[in-house]
């Protein structure tokens, strides 16, 4: 049970709701004001979710685990891979920054990067270690040609 609570995916939709509420019960008289912050966070989520999308097709492909909790069977590198080591992490960053920016939630701005210092601690960093105490060099060469986050 844990282990499905504690996902990235239900800490996006804990973020959200934070957003939402504030949003609408708290807009502190700030705004972005402007349709083309609409527009932006569209993209943003969309690209998001598509990002997240292709990297599990490529996890899938590789026959390997999706949940960070898991031991990986392989080393994806390929795909979206290329462009960085987390990019389903990266799009759910994504789907957050797009959120807020669609909500219209400007204070909720602070949340982006409180939720990448949470995927970074609470995932990213132990999922790292996992990944260079199994594939040594490998890893080792594929963190050093490929970013972390973008």
Not at 27 to 56: E, H, N, Q, R
Not at 130 to 145: D, E, G, M, N, P
Request: some cysteine; proline content about 5%.
């Amino acid at each position: 049970m844990r282990k499905w609570i504690d996902t990235p995916p239900v800490w996006l939709l804990g973020f959200l709701c934070v957003a939402v509420w504030q949003a609408r019960w708290h807009p502190m008289g700030l705004s972005f004001g402007s349709v083309w912050a609409d527009l932006l966070g569209g993209l943003l989520v969309g690209g998001g979710v598509l990002l997240a999308a292709l990297a599990i097709t490529e996890l899938r492909r590789n026959r390997t685990s999706v949940l960070p909790h898991d031991e990986a069977a392989q080393l994806v590198t390929g795909g979206v891979f290329k462009l960085s080591r987390n990019p389903i992490y990266l799009g759910d960053a994504m789907i957050l920054l797009g959120a807020i920016l669609y909500l219209d939630a400007v204070p909720s701005l602070v949340l982006v990067p409180i939720f990448v210092w949470v995927l970074e601690k609470r995932f990213i960093e132990t999922e790292e270690a996992r990944l260079q105490r199994k594939f040594l060099a490998r890893y080792a060469k594929y963190s050093q040609q490929t970013r972390r986050w973008l």
